[in-house]
Antibody
Framework: EVHLLESGGGLVQPGGSLRLSCAAS????????MTWVRQAPGRGLEWVSS????????FYEDSVKGRFTISRDNSKNMVYLQMNSLRAEDTAIYYC?????????WGQGILVTVSS | EIVLTQSPGTLSLSPGERATLSCRAS???????LAWYQQKPGQAPRLLIY???DRATGIPDRFSGSGSGTDFTLTITRLEPEDFAVYYC?????????FGGGTKVEIK
């Protein structure tokens, strides 16, 4: 059974940093691209970033380019999202999802709150 | 970049009724690279449809997707109590990927 579990969220001040982690199990992790999607409170879904299975390519939504970095460690079945220079508008539930284009499995999500 | 507009914003129906949800793209979505998701309160989204019309694993056949180009439809033939939720379309015709704003299907 596929399982994705996010961690690392919490409250951070504007301008601060957080590193989200996603532990994957139940599938051959290094065969699949992985993606982060976020959802601001009471709002819709927003694609954030994706990474190829081999880490050779990464993709970012414009508002996070230069501030967020996606990475993965295939030896640990982990994917990460390093978030720097955080803004109030980054406040959201962040979901880890399996896939590059559409997403057949999702984690339960982790809340990131950016506030002073 | 492709922008997706979903309508209506809210659909009020009774169990057993048919639901028809629309997703319109600002430009043609190549190769029908369109997916649909269901999201219930406090839960992660669940993939229903990909490739505009292919049901994901384990999805009941009362859910169907259709359309091409700029106009896509999700149909739920007979609403079950567990189908009342928010539905999102998403294109994957290149980066940036984008989701529609969602349609809430609520109990009338």
């Amino acid at each position: 059974e596929v399982h994705l579990l996010e961690s690392g969220g919490g409250l951070v001040q504007p301008g601060g940093s957080l590193r989200l982690s996603c532990a994957a199990s139940g599938f051959t992790f290094d065969d699949y691209a992985m993606t982060w999607v976020r959802q601001a409170p009471g709002r819709g879904l927003e694609w954030v970033s994706s990474i190829y299975s081999s880490s050779t390519r990464t993709f970012y939504e414009d508002s996070v380019k230069g501030r967020f970095t996606i990475s993965r460690d295939n030896s640990k079945n982990m994917v990460y999202l390093q978030m720097n220079s955080l803004r109030a508008e980054d406040t959201a539930i962040y979901y880890c999802a399996k896939g590059l284009w559409y997403f057949d499995y999702w984690g339960q999500g982790i809340l990131v709150t950016v506030s002073s | 970049e492709i922008v997706l507009t979903q309508s209506p914003g809210t659909l009020s129906l009774s169990p057993g009724e048919r639901a028809t949800l629309s997703c319109r793209a600002s430009q043609s979505v190549g190769s029908n690279y369109l997916a649909w998701y269901q999201q219930k309160p406090g839960q992660a989204p669940r993939l229903l449809i990909y490739g505009a019309s292919d049901r994901a694993t384990g999805i009941p056949d009362r859910f169907s997707g259709s359309g091409s180009g700029t106009d896509f439809t999700l149909t739920i033939t007979r609403l079950e109590p567990e189908d009342f939720a928010v539905y999102y379309c998403q294109h994957y015709d290149g980066s940036p990927l984008a989701f529609g704003g969602g349609t809430k299907v609520e109990i009338k």
